[in-house]
């Protein structure tokens, strides 16, 4: 209850006790005035009444007389009193009346207040709960979880689902669902541009999946005629999804059930959003922008936290040739292209757990734990060719690449590694471009007989062959 409501009603009351003392001073006061009153009446309507006896009549009829004139005077006046009364007994039980009444408004009012505060407190709590359940949760695995155990707590006897936008913002995905019976409600809206709720960014309300204002994706349904409940969910401002529920048609659903998943709506999106963004800056602080690899701080750490369970490791440093050619001749955006398309072709060619990372510029480099320095100049060698046809496809000038090869040594610094697969590919620079250069872990060159070339352009080929495959 608020405080000026409090006030108002303290108010009125203190008016009505007012009011209710001032009547029963006043009939208090009128019942002692008609007691002495009628004392002295009475004493003086028989005093007259005798002296008018005698005036009329002999010692025989005085009392007669007497009787008539009293009865004459008093009538009158008693009639007059009780009047008087009856009015001031009227007045006080208007007062007591109206006290009762207001009295009873009172109570009703205070009692609705009540359940108002009790379901406003209810709400409070649930949103608290979850919120502070929510917050607890650190990725969106978890944060789905709380929201099936949510929608199951809201919706106990319904099939309730929840549908989020893809990436991509054109697709809608099931990412949670409670139902007593198992089965998800089965909207059967793609896009969030498709539904209604999203679209109208309001809570949607149908009674009837086969009334004529419906929203259409509710009819022809499994089911039958249903009633419907759609909540929207935004993220940062944007309506990214919907809370669905089903459950039998015309069925009245509670007001507290929808506000509730309203909130719980509010507050989902808010921290799936938050883990959105904190992942995205994650990523943007871990990766190239241009070519999506991982950039060189990155690149360190996850090498050195690769490198505690592998013995072998192999790391090569990249080149692409005349870059700045390229860039002077066809422009830097023609260069940018040429860099996102090594950099796809690159990423293609090595292991998912191989690590890839722009170095800088047009360099690049590559760490294979567990792949000996000639696996990895087989893997180099299928990417050069890979690349000679990717850039006929892609419609950009030819351009080749130069690499050169280090296996790390066990104890072996990994700035003194990333130097020595540096100094190889200044090597492959100086032996004309276009080749790979193997060093192994003690710093000498690796060096290939002509049978072993044509093994390792034969390597090549049949790795290239099995990835387009």
């Avoid at 009505?16 to 009939?27: D, H, Q, Y």
């Avoid at 919907?242 to 507050?267: M, N, P, R, S, Y």
Wanted: charged share 25%.
């Amino acid at each position: 209850m608020t405080e000026r409501t409090e006030s108002v009603e303290i108010d009125e009351i203190d008016e009505i006790e007012e009011e209710w003392s001032v009547a029963r001073e006043r009939a208090r006061r009128t019942t002692l005035l008609s007691a002495g009153a009628s004392i002295g009446l009475a004493v003086t309507v028989v005093v007259m009444a005798l002296v008018i006896a005698q005036q009329l009549s002999s010692t025989a009829m005085s009392y007669v007389w007497g009787l008539c004139a009293t009865l004459a005077l008093a009538v009158p006046s008693t009639i007059l009193m009780s009047r008087r009364v009856a009015s001031d007994q009227a007045t006080s039980n208007e007062v007591v009346g109206t006290m009762a009444l207001q009295l009873n408004e009172a109570i009703e009012s205070a009692r609705s207040e009540a359940v108002r505060l009790e379901v406003l407190v209810r709400r409070q709590t649930f949103e608290s709960r979850l919120a502070n359940a929510l917050e607890m949760a650190e990725g969106e695995p978890e944060v789905i979880d709380v929201i099936e155990r949510s929608l199951s707590a809201t919706l106990p006897e319904s099939a309730v689902e929840l549908l989020l936008a893809d990436n991509s913002h054109a697709h809608l995905l099931r990412m949670a669902t409670a139902s007593p019976t198992g089965d998800p409600p089965g909207c059967c809206v793609d896009s969030p541009d498709h539904c209604p709720a999203a679209r109208r960014a309001q809570v949607q309300v149908f009674s009837n999946s086969e009334a004529l204002d419906a929203c259409p994706k509710l009819r022809d349904r499994t089911a039958g005629s249903i009633s419907a409940l759609c909540v929207p969910v935004s993220i940062m401002g944007r309506t990214v999804g919907v809370i669905h529920a089903v459950g039998d048609a015309d069925a009245d659903l509670a007001q507290d059930a929808i506000e509730d998943l309203e909130i719980l709506a509010k507050l989902a999106g808010a921290r799936i959003g938050l883990l959105r963004v904190i992942a995205e800056t994650e990523l943007q602080a871990s990766t190239d922008n241009l070519t999506g690899l991982l950039n060189r701080r990155t690149f360190e750490q996850q090498l050195s936290a690769s490198r505690a369970g592998e013995t072998t490791v192999s790391i090569a440093m990249i080149d692409l040739d005349h870059f700045k050619t390229l860039n002077d001749t066809y422009g830097h955006e023609t260069g940018d292209r040429s860099l996102r398309l090594f950099s796809q072709v690159l990423r293609e060619c090595v292991r998912a757990h191989d690590l890839v990372c722009r170095y800088g510029g047009e360099e690049f480099v590559i760490a294979l734990p567990g792949c000996a320095p000639e696996r990895v100049g087989q893997i180099l060698d299928a990417m050069s060719m890979r690349l000679e046809a990717a850039t006929t496809v892609a419609g950009l000038p030819a351009f080749t690449v130069s690499c050169g090869v280090v296996e790390v040594g066990g104890n072996e610094d990994l700035v003194a590694a990333v130097g020595r697969a540096d100094e190889a590919l200044f090597e492959a620079k100086r032996a004309g471009r276009n080749c790979v250069v193997i060093h192994d872990a003690k710093g000498t060159r690796l060096e290939a007989t002509d049978d072993h070339a044509h093994h390792v352009r034969s390597d090549a080929r049949e790795l290239f062959s099995h990835d387009d495959a």
